[in-house]
T-cell receptor, first 115, second 114 residues
Framework: EAGVTQFPSHSVIEKGQTVTLRCDPI?????LYWYRRVMGKEIKFLLH????????ESGMPNNRFLAERTGGTYSTLKVQPAELEDSGVYFC?????????????FGPGTRLTVT | GQNIDQPTEMTATEGAIVQINCTYQ??????LFWYQQHAGEAPTFLSY????GLEEKGRFSSFLSRSKGYSYLLLKELQMKDSASYLC???????????????FGKGTKLSVIP
């Protein structure tokens, strides 16, 4: 069974540009989470999808971040326009539980560098 | 607010036992997770505790005391490949929220030396 995959693995962009990160969850997992780790800080929650619906987006830092999950399969996270403080590693995770907490399977992350 | 504390770094000898502590203060509690993360890789699940007590899984064990807001991860018979970061995470789910996001500590970097 394939794990959670993320693309690209690395991205270097200039301040003001746009970047789109992609996450493919484990097949059949309805729950999809985005997290971010800024250098020196802990991994922080961004948002949670259940199928194609946003269940919780309380962690999204501002309106420069837009997440979508059309069709309830893969998800994209767009940053537009990117700022220096957006640099970090963006993780995606998926889980199968439909009610209650369950193990979240993480992808390897996308390392975003904004210069 | 949510706060999870764990030591930044630890060093232990191959073949020994090491205990990594985690204390937490969260609004609502629906379980505590331990993840292992090697540099540049995905965090991988190690254990989940929701009730007080010890959960054992091979060389790894995890303990939880909800009244004390405390957990530890115990690694036995350390191997060089156990050198990694160990992340303590709490699911601070509260009824009606509908989301099972994880709140993480900063992680403990464990170095296993010969």
């Amino acid at each position: 069974e394939a794990g959670v995959t993320q693309f690209p693995s690395h991205s270097v962009i200039e301040k003001g540009q746009t970047v789109t990160l992609r996450c493919d969850p484990i097949s059949g997992h309805d729950n999809l989470y985005w997290y971010r780790r800024v250098m020196g800080k802990e991994i922080k929650f961004l948002l949670h999808f259940v199928k194609e619906s946003k269940q919780d987006e309380s962690g999204m830092p501002n309106n420069r971040f837009l997440a979508e999950r059309t069709g309830g399969t893969y998800s994209t996270l767009k940053v537009q326009p990117a700022e220096l403080e957006d640099s970090g590693v963006y993780f995606c995770a998926s889980s199968q539980e439909v009610a209650g907490v369950g193990e979240q399977y993480f992808g390897p992350g996308t390392r975003l560098t904004v210069t | 607010g949510q706060n999870i504390d764990q030591p930044t770094e630890m060093t232990a000898t191959e073949g020994a036992i090491v205990q990594i502590n985690c204390t937490y203060q969260t609004s609502g509690f629906n379980g505590l997770f331990w993840y292992q993360q090697h540099a540049g890789e995905a965090p991988t699940f190690l254990s989940y505790n929701v009730l007080d007590g010890l959960e054992e899984k091979g060389r790894f064990s995890s303990f939880l005391s909800r009244s004390k807001g405390y957990s530890y991860l115990l690694l036995k018979e350390l191997q060089m490949k156990d050198s990694a970061s160990y992340l303590c995470a709490v699911s601070p789910w509260t009824p009606g929220a509908g989301s099972y996001q994880l709140t993480f500590g900063k992680g403990t970097k464990l170095s296993v030396i010969p």
